[in-house]
Structure formats: structure tokens, C-alpha cells
């Protein structure tokens, strides 16, 4: 047996509290080094901050997380970070630095996206993404109040995505929420003036006119010609003609009813295509290259890339354009008319005061009977034309008054029309750019909070992928979000005074990814089975994505932070870590070779007490010891007692509490 004596002095610098025990077993390796100081848990969420942290404290957790549910205005079932008061908060902060606690925080989880996107009104809207910073910064002024440091954590959430569309590195699409979801599933686009996101069926293709292109004239694509616009332009791959052999280049919307549809006019037959979304995707592929050469030769006229859904919808903005433009042209042509009809009232005193004057040469009858019929003749056309004047100029007024309002308004959706064309955007490139300035406005006040208080550990921004059907949840998305947001903070940096180097790893301290066990592992119930695959090849087969992406995120210094979660691949029912089939032993490894032990577990609805240690003995931890000989493992304590363990025990006070002779530790550790 190993007699304390045999130890180093300082084993029991850290923990205090309890002195480990040792049996007179074999000693049997954890799975990694990690144990309670690294592998922490979280408080209750529906209970009172301080009080969960000390019960968290008397299990002997070395790593805390403040997990909050409520947002705005809260209740005592769902508490938001502001209901913690001044006193509570200095409370917590001495706890946190007396016990060398490790800490992190949980922003509210009823937030809306990060971009702030608002699933009820289906649409990006900037007031939703202020509600959604001013809750995570509620949880960073707290973070500030009551904890020494750690990750500020907060879901991410963007918009709601087919998961078909979901592409891998490889190109691969492995996921899909029913069968045939890639094929009649939802393409979706952005309107970036209204941030309204509108969803395309796949399934619906759509018929376009074939147009002339300049170079199907004989033009030579890289020389010089004349434009419409009356400029010398060189034609490029892409670029229209009209009718008279001027250049329309491809993206000059003002001029699009030029165009020469191919097929004859004299016939009335020109020719259509219709693009499926397989030809979409190749013509966006196109088309792209196409707008990249453009955006090179018009930095002040930029156009953005297109994807199948939003080269569908410009075609169809397209054909709005045309549409009202040939409206446009259709009522201008009696335009003049109208306007001549018009000015014929005022000529009706001139035309009476001539019907007047032959009136009396027509009764004259000193004028030659033959002039005096001819003047009559005059007279009565005259007389007709006055008449008349009065019903045609109502009925001018009628008409230039239909044909200006059509006018009016078919301008306008010209105008409309040209406007949403380029408008059009993919929502991730869009959610992207709004959900990074925000986290990278998290990401500042984390640094001016860690310059300010200088806690044991930086504060730092941890956004936390969360419901797969939303786009952040796949982890290359995730590392999308967190990249983008440094890159954003280091312009915010550099707008400081910091220089650019330096503001670089700045940003990568204060910006770094959450990864949930079990949200990851939801993806699971979509991963596709190949033909003929069984489904323990398949589960192989999801591991190895499952692995491979985490160890990308640890390598490449994304992740910084991790909840520890399981569940059999369906939802997210925070089982006990090993409790379910989520590969959580070999993320672990993961973490540890590449250094990353921010760790906590989180419990569900049934496992509040267990979930913990439970997770120690999985893990085959040492109690308060890493990889030492003859030390107590978690595993060889916790099944003790009928294979299930035992609880924590219930925390007692005064004289209820039993005496050292007759009571110990539930870890029977024994009392000092």
C-alpha cells in the first residue's frame, strides 16, 4: 500500500478539503488526464447563482459554468444575469478566487440569431440583432461582477436551412432530414434592403428567353466596340447586342429591354430555355466568373456572386424589368397624341372667332355663290371640330391620365425591379457578415474587460453551435462564424491604435468556439446510409466525419471551449457523457493532444447529481490526481454501490449532521 508520506510535498496544494485514499487495487489508466479540475459542470439554471455554486463547489468541481435561461425581463424559474444582485456578485467573485475555481458563462438561451434573424417574421432585421447583443452583454458585465475569467458563451442561430445543401470540403452532401429532401426541398435567398429571406422550391424550374449574345454576331471577345451608351467598351465573355450591333454590357440593367431575343420577330416565335436547379447551379458557376471580371473593371459598380436560388430570382427580377419596361414603352407611344388632343381645347376660341367671321361671308350675298359654298363647307367643319373637341379632350385627359399613372407605376417597379436584382443575396454571405460584427463587438467588450479587471483567465466570446436545422451547427459553419468575426475584430482593433499584427492575436484570444458534444452528435439522425450500407458501417462512417471535424477545430485553434453532453444522435437530451453513443472518450483525446482542457459537463433533466462525476469515472479519472499508482479512481468509487453509485450527498448542518466515526464523505474520502 502507498503511504502519503511517499508523496510530494505539494499534491495537496490545490484541494484541501478532501485527502484522496488509496486501495489495494491495480491501478488502471484514465482514458485521458483530465479529471474535476479540468472537467467542470454547470449551476442550475433555475435556481439561485450563488446557491448552485456552492453546492457545484461541495462536489469538489474545479471548473464552474453560470448557465442562465432567461432573457429580458425574468422570473425566479428563469433567471437572466441581471437578476444576480451587487452583493451576490461579490460574493461569487470571492468564492470564485478563494476556492481557484476555473469559470465561464452562459449567456440566455432564448436569444434570436446573431445576425438577427427572426424566425416568426422570416426576415434579418437590425433592432432583433441589438436585443440579441444586449443579452450577451448582460452575461459579459456579470462575467465581469462575479466570475475570474473564461468563455462567454452564447448559441448561434442564424436562419433555417435545408441541411441537403449542406456541403463537405470533398464536395460531398451527407445529410438530408427526409428522402429526396435535395431534390424538392427549399433553395433560399436574402433581400439585403428588406432582409426578408424567402424560400425557392427546388422543384420548380423556370422558362427563360434565350438571348443574343455579341460575340454569336462575330464580335471579338477583348476588343474594343461601341456600347449603347454611346462609350467604347471592351466586349467581354457574356456581354449582350442590341439591334443595330452596339454592345449591352451584361450587368447594365438601364438597358435590358435593348436586347435581341434569338428566334424571328416576323414570325412572333422566339426561343426559350427552361433551367432545372442542376442547370442553375452550373450557369451560377458561370455566371459568377462572369461577375468576378466585372467587379474588377467596375470597383464603383459592384454585383454580387450568385448562387442557384439567387440567379433563379434575378432571372425572374429580370422579367419584372422587361415587363415594365414594355409597359413603359406601350403607353409613351400614344403619349403625343394625347398631349396634341390636349392642346386642341385651347385653339376652340381661335376656331370660333373663324366660324364667326364665315358665317357672315356665307350670308353675304355679294359673295360668289361657289365661295360662299366653299366657305361653308369650312363652316361646318368648323363647327363639327369645335363639338367634338370638348368629348375628345375628355377622353384624352381620360386616357393620358391611365397612361400616365401606368407610367408612373411601371417605372417605379423598373426602378424596384433593378434595385432587389442586385440586392439578391445568399443568406449565409449575408448572415455571415451581420453575425460576425456582432461576435466581434463581443469580442471587444470581453478585451476591454480583461484589460480592465485582469481575471486569472481572459474573457472571451464563445459562440456555441446549437439546432442543426439552423445555419452555425455544421462546424465548418461554425469556424465560418468565428474567422469572419476575428477578422472583423481586428479591424475594430486596428481602428484603436493597435497594430495589425498584434490585433491578430488579440482576436484569436478573445474569439474562440464552444463545441457541444451532443449538438454535434445530432447530426447523427441525418447522416445518410450509402446503398447496401450497414448501419455499423455507417455509424463508422459518422464517427470518422464526427472526429475528423472536431480534430480540425482543435488543430486549427477554433475551439476553446467545449460542453460535454450526450444522447443517441436524435435531440439534444444532455445525457450523462457515455450514456448515450456520441464518441466522447475520443473527442477528449482530441482535446487533450492538442491542448484545449476547458471543459464542463451538462446535465439534463435527470442526471443533475450524477451527470459529473459520472463522467470522471467514464473518463477513468484518478480522484484529485492524474495517472498517479494505487490512486482511487472515479470508476472503482462510484461503482461501489450496486453498479449505479452513489449520490452526492444531501449538504446537512448543526447537530443533525452525523458525527466522523459514523459518517463519510460519499467518496470515501476521509474527513480532516
Do not use: C
Request: overall charge negative.
Amino acid at each position: 500500500m502507498i503511504h502519503q508520506d511517499d508523496l510530494p510535498d505539494n499534491i495537496f496544494r490545490e484541494h484541501r478539503i478532501e485527502q484522496p485514499i488509496f486501495l489495494e487495487e491495480d491501478f488502471t489508466k484514465g482514458e485521458t488526464t483530465f479529471g474535476p479540475k479540468q472537467i467542470g459542470t454547470t449551476t442550475n439554471p433555475m435556481a439561485s447563482p450563488l446557491e448552485s455554486f456552492k453546492a457545484k463547489l461541495r462536489e469538489g468541481v474545479g471548473k464552474i459554468e453560470f448557465g442562465f435561461l432567461g432573457s429580458g425581463k425574468t422570473s425566479s424559474q428563469q433567471p437572466s444575469p441581471e437578476a444576480v444582485s451587487a452583493e451576490e456578485r461579490l460574493a461569487l467573485r470571492n468564492l470564485v478566487r478563494i476556492n481557484k475555481v476555473r469559470t465561464s458563462t452562459h449567456a440566455a438561451v432564448h436569444m434570436g440569431g446573431l445576425g438577427g434573424f427572426n424566425p416568426e417574421s422570416g426576415s434579418f432585421s437590425d433592432a432583433a440583432r441589438g436585443r440579441t447583443l444586449r443579452e450577451i452583454e448582460r452575461a459579459v458585465d456579470f462575467a465581469a461582477d462575479a466570475t475570474d475569467g473564461g468563455a462567454i458563451v452564447f448559441h448561434v442561430g442564424e436562419f433555417t436551412r435545408p441541411v441537403s445543401e449542406i456541403k463537405e470540403k470533398t464536395g460531398d452532401k451527407l445529410f438530408e432530414t427526409y428522402e429526396d429532401e435535395g431534390k424538392t426541398g427549399q433553395e433560399l435567398i436574402v433581400d439585403t434592403t428588406t432582409g426578408k429571406v424567402t424560400g425557392l422550391p427546388k422543384d420548380q424550374p423556370i422558362i427563360i428567353p434565350k438571348w443574343t449574345l455579341a460575340k454569336d454576331k462575330g464580335l471579338k471577345v477583348g476588343q474594343k466596340y461601341e456600347s449603347v451608351n454611346g462609350d467604347q467598351v471592351v466586349l467581354r465573355e457574356g456581354d449582350y447586342i442590341d439591334q443595330i450591333g452596339r454592345i449591352i454590357p451584361r450587368y447594365d440593367l438601364n438597358n435590358y429591354d435593348k436586347r435581341i431575343p434569338e428566334g424571328e420577330l416576323s414570325k412572333d416565335k422566339y426561343e426559350t430555355e427552361e433551367l432545372n436547379w442542376e442547370k442553375l447551379g452550373k450557369r451560377a458557376e458561370q455566371e459568377n466568373k462572369y461577375i468576378a471580371q466585372w467587379n474588377k473593371e467596375h470597383p464603383d459598380k459592384q454585383v454580387a456572386e450568385v448562387t442557384a436560388a439567387v440567379l433563379f430570382a434575378r432571372l425572374q427580377k429580370e422579367q419584372q424589368l422587361l415587363q415594365a419596361e414594355g409597359q413603359i414603352n406601350y403607353y409613351q407611344q400614344g403619349y403625343e397624341g394625347y398631349i396634341r388632343r390636349l392642346e386642341e381645347e385651347k385653339k376652340i376660341p381661335e376656331y370660333e372667332k373663324e366660324i364667326e367671321t364665315l358665317s357672315k361671308i356665307v350670308r353675304d350675298e355679294k359673295v360668289p355663290q361657289k365661295d360662299r359654298e366653299n366657305y361653308y363647307q369650312r363652316l361646318i367643319q368648323l363647327q363639327n371640330r369645335v363639338d367634338s373637341i370638348p368629348e375628345e379632350v375628355r377622353d384624352a385627359r381620360r386616357h393620358f391620365s391611365h397612361a400616365h399613372a401606368s407610367v408612373t407605376a411601371a417605372t417605379a417597379q423598373r426602378e424596384q425591379a433593378k434595385k432587389e436584382w442586385n440586392a439578391l443575396q445568399d443568406p449565409e454571405t449575408y448572415a455571415v457578415k451581420r453575425a460576425a460584427e456582432t461576435i466581434a463587438k463581443v469580442g471587444m467588450e470581453t478585451y476591454y474587460k480583461t484589460k480592465q479587471i485582469k481575471p486569472k483567465e481572459a474573457f472571451f466570446a464563445a459562440p456555441e453551435h446549437w439546432a442543426i436545422e439552423s445555419f452555425g451547427s455544421h462546424p465548418e459553419e461554425l469556424k465560418k462564424l468565428v474567422l469572419s468575426s476575428r477578422e472583423q475584430m481586428v479591424k475594430q482593433l486596428v481602428k484603436t491604435g493597435v497594430n495589425e499584427e498584434e490585433a491578430k492575436k488579440l482576436a484569436k484570444t478573445h474569439i474562440k468556439a464552444t463545441i457541444d458534444t451532443g449538438h454535434l452528435n445530432m447530426w447523427r439522425s441525418r447522416f445518410k446510409r450509402n446503398p447496401g450500407e450497414s448501419a455499423e458501417d455507417r455509424d463508422k462512417r459518422y464517427h470518422k466525419w464526427y472526429l475528423e471535424h472536431m480534430e480540425k477545430l482543435a488543430k486549427e485553434g477554433i475551439v476553446g471551449h467545449a460542453h460535454l453532453a450526450d444522447n443517441f444522435g436524435w435531440d439534444d437530451e444532455h445525457l450523462t457523457p457515455g450514456q448515450g453513443n456520441a464518441p466522447i472518450k475520443e473527442t477528449m483525446k482530441i482535446f487533450e493532444r492538442f491542448g484545449m482542457n476547458d471543459t464542463v459537463v451538462e446535465p439534463g433533466s435527470f442526471n443533475p447529481l450524477t451527470a459529473m462525476p459520472e463522467t470522471w469515472r467514464m473518463l477513468g479519472s484518478p480522484i484529485y490526481a492524474v495517472s498517479q499508482p494505487g490512486r482511487s479512481s472515479w470508476r472503482s468509487i462510484y461503482q461501489a454501490d450496486s453498479g449505479f453509485g452513489r449520490a452526492p450527498s444531501q449538504y446537512m448542518q448543526g447537530e443533525y449532521v452525523p458525527s466522523k466515526e459514523n459518517w463519510q464523505l460519499w467518496s470515501q474520502t476521509p474527513l480532516e
